[in-house]
């Protein structure tokens, strides 16, 4: 039986912020045409791409077994023993579902979309192929300061991710033909959707998707995961929730008070809070919904994750583990800065320390356990050579210096002092 299957091949459509086509949120290869172009929402329809000749051909060379350029993140994940987004689901009937060519008629029932790159917030560990609001920011620093421009563009994933374009802005679902088939396509093929932007609660085709698949009677029979910076609601959600076979929200929290809206600028903590209840009497009264907390660990918070947990835990109201829960945890990488291997070694062993001491609040909680003991042990495992590290430093004190300036509100110095005292201590 072939190795290199995927049912994502069989089930899944991906659509990236620009409008493009991917296989998954694992690759960043798109789906191109026979001229290798990529195929954009524009100027193409769903199934158009679903049966293109670069998806046959790949759900082909899958069922012969053949390795799959785009899926090497996966291939590279389970070489080293971890868990991939490979799906091994439905193998037997997915391949006799298969015609000679690849084709197959059923259309996916899966979805991840992603509604362009609007959003209401810049994040510090985010860039704007998610956050139109980044890049603007950083031109406008440019425009009084071009040598830090330049040398943000230069140190690229160093600080900041995709500085190849820092005016991007993808707004496609504003399109009206584009609208219409999105809508007409998931109210009629998909089951189990994922919405993600940009910020998708600030984007009102994201609430037309709503209202369309709920005049067409659909919503009972869908699934849908909403990940949102919680900045703000529409209340016609204590309509459309209640209706869905099951929702889930993906809340993006990185702190608590004045270190998520240090983060997650400029949000405000009050208001999530405000929010984050909303959804809560809204499970609390229906039953059909969840609500997944979804940290970033970074270099800006690993000192707190023991009191975010807490206060996860606190919020749950005895319903944590089933009704709220914490997604993986995962840890920052880029931009590097952001990753708190790059910390002095007093630093990191430090906040080990300080999370150590309260292991034991979470030993019953199963999504929790394994990876805040991780956290504790790569806190304490040197990642980097002393010169790269040091390096990385001088770069998290240049960029977050400059954008603290510029923002004129609290600064990681003031949030942070005994990161700011060891930080000195190792860069002079
Ligand atoms: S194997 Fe991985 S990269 Fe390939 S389609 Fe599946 S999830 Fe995506």
Redesign the pocket.
Known sequence: MSKTY?S??WDHQYIHMSGSFR??C??NDNINDSKNNRYNINNTSMEHVWNSEHVRNTRLKMIAGQQ?P??I??VEQESRGYK????TANKKINYDNTDKNGTVLTMPNTMELHYGNVCNLKCRMCSQNYSNQIGKELLEIGNNDPEFLQWVIKQSGNVNNWTNNLSVEYKWFENEKNKKKLNDFINKNISQLTVIGGEPTIIPEFYELFEHCDKNGTLGKKQFTIVTNLTNINHKMTKWLPKLKNWTIWASLDGIGERTEYIRYPSNFEKIKENLNFYKLILRQHKNGKIVFSPAIQLLNIDQLDEMLEWFIDFSEGEFGTKFDVSWMAQVWYPKICNYDIAPKEYRLKIADKLEQKIHLFEKHKSIISFYKNQIQNLRTDMLDKKTEKYLQECFIKYNDKLDIYRGKITWRQLLPALEKCLIDETT
């Open positions: 995927c994502k091949l296989f998954c694992a690759t799959i785009e899926c993140k996966c991939s987004m490979r799906s």
